[in-house]
């Protein structure tokens, strides 16, 4: 265990990580540090023991096993030992780089980290990243051209994935440099191990930290404390951008889609933000501005009929009836698709993308005594139907093309059957002979993507 000796400089680094902790994380949560082993998240880890009785949160450890290096195995059982010095668990978690392979070698294993770390049952994965990381990210980014958000390098605090509530990613010894970590670590008689690979400049990060930072530093010695101090100022403006953004939407969003009249009225720039805001909504991050661009000049100038334009991965842009809609990437649904529904009332239909909600309705809902025998059923064409007893049935299709369903979403809307009869259209109606009389309890299910 550490020296219990304490040093002006080792409380000020505990106060530093004090004060992220009283700003983000309530008593009783929950906190998972990612244990490295090295000397960031060693000093971070006996931070936090000294703590987490007068903060009241709860603290174990995880070791992400990448098995890259021929001492991996070696820092996981370090990791299990630092911990245990503590009192703590430490979970050792092992990862396949392969399917993020594309991304080079350190790319795949941060990937792999971060899914690790997105799928803890936590409030706070906890990373021992310090101002001198800081200052490294904001050059690297600067390198790559990075937008605000980009430059603005890695945020104190953040959802570890978009609409993800928890777990979030905690950042708590930003404000405390490289130099600090290892004076507080020599007077509390830390252990920790050395990562070879950090001495390898050919990679981009330590010939930052190892030649490009020492020369800049000549130019001003405080160059690491005010690049780190740059990316809070960018920080800042991040989120003024995204306040801007999120009144831009307010009045661009009509439900899932956006109209494209408001935002082609916002001008290029500000039109781009808007659309950068709406796609992170969804989980698509980060997007180039060429890729905001075209995206945009597509959405503006395709055809009405135009197939899926620009694509980010997981789905793609397309334009219906002046809107803009993200349509996620989803397998064909099977031939002669039919679900049994079983009582939920907030029924998962994955094969479809989406949830049907059953909501109380006080007229003209589907009668609750019809839902015991009902089934879920997709189009097979030439379908007729009628809300409306006083008036004749038409084809689902035009009732659809009225209700502005665009086509791909009519692929996919559940169709509900009583027997063999069409029941209700979700978004259109109920048919009469299987409305709630007056004074019977009656449902009108929702369709909602999952996205939604």
């Given amino acids: 265990m550490a020296s219990s000796r304490k040093t002006a400089a080792s409380e000020t680094v505990v106060a530093r990580i004090d004060a992220a902790l009283a700003a983000h994380v309530p008593a009783g949560a929950r906190l998972t540090l990612g244990l490295s082993g090295g000397i960031d998240s060693a000093v971070l880890l006996d931070a936090l023991a000294a703590l987490r009785t007068r903060r009241g949160f709860h603290l174990d450890c995880l070791h992400v096993h990448h098995g890259i290096s021929p001492n991996a195995d070696a820092w996981a059982a370090h990791a299990r030992a630092l911990a245990a010095a503590y009192g703590l668990d430490c979970a050792v978690r092992k990862v396949d780089l392969a399917p993020h392979r594309g991304l080079g070698l350190e790319g795949a294993a941060r990937a792999a980290r971060y899914a690790v770390y997105a799928g803890c049952d936590c409030d706070f994965v906890v990373l021992a990243h310090q101002q001198d990381d800081q200052a490294e990210t904001v050059l690297l980014q600067l390198a790559r051209g990075a937008g605000v958000e980009g430059l603005a390098a890695m945020p104190v605090c953040r959802p570890l994935r978009a609409g993800q509530r928890r777990p979030r990613l905690l950042r708590p010894m930003l404000d405390v440099s490289r130099a600090e970590v290892e004076a507080y670590a020599r007077s509390r008689g830390l252990r920790w191990v050395e990562d070879e690979s950090n001495a390898d400049t050919g990679l981009a990060r330590n010939l930052v930290r190892h030649e490009v930072m020492p020369l800049l530093e000549r130019i001003n010695p405080a160059a690491r404390v005010n690049i780190a101090r740059a990316a809070a100022h960018l920080g800042d403006a991040a989120a003024l951008l995204d306040a801007l953004a999120d009144a831009d939407l307010e009045r661009a969003q009509a439900g899932e889609a956006l109209d494209l009249g408001v935002l082609r009225g916002l001008g290029g720039a500000r039109a781009a933000n808007a659309l950068r805001r709406w796609l992170a909504r969804a989980g698509i991050i980060s997007p180039s501005t060429a890729e905001l661009r075209e995206a945009l000049r597509q959405l503006f100038e395709a055809r009405e009929d135009a197939g899926p334009l620009a694509d980010f991965g997981t ?41 049907l909600h059953f909501e109380p309705a006080a007229e003209g809902g589907l009668a609750e005594r019809h839902l015991s025998s009902m089934t879920v059923r997709l189009r097979a064409g030439g379908e007729r139907f009628r809300t409306d007893a006083r008036r004749p049935h038409r084809t689902l299709k035009h009732l659809l093309q009225e209700a502005a369903v665009p086509p791909w979403q009519r692929e996919r809307l559940p169709l509900l059957y009583v027997g063999e009869r069409l029941a209700c259209v979700p978004g259109i109606g109920v048919a009469p002979e299987f409305q709630a009389a007056p004074g019977e309890r009656g449902v009108l299910p929702r369709w909602r993507l999952a996205r939604e």
């Fill in 315 to 355: 789905a793609a842009l397309r334009r219906y009836r002046g809107r803009a809609f993200l349509v996620p990437h989803l397998p064909e649904p099977p031939q002669a698709y039919q679900a049994r529904w079983n009582g939920e009332l907030a029924w998962p239909l994955p094969e479809l993308g989406g949830v």
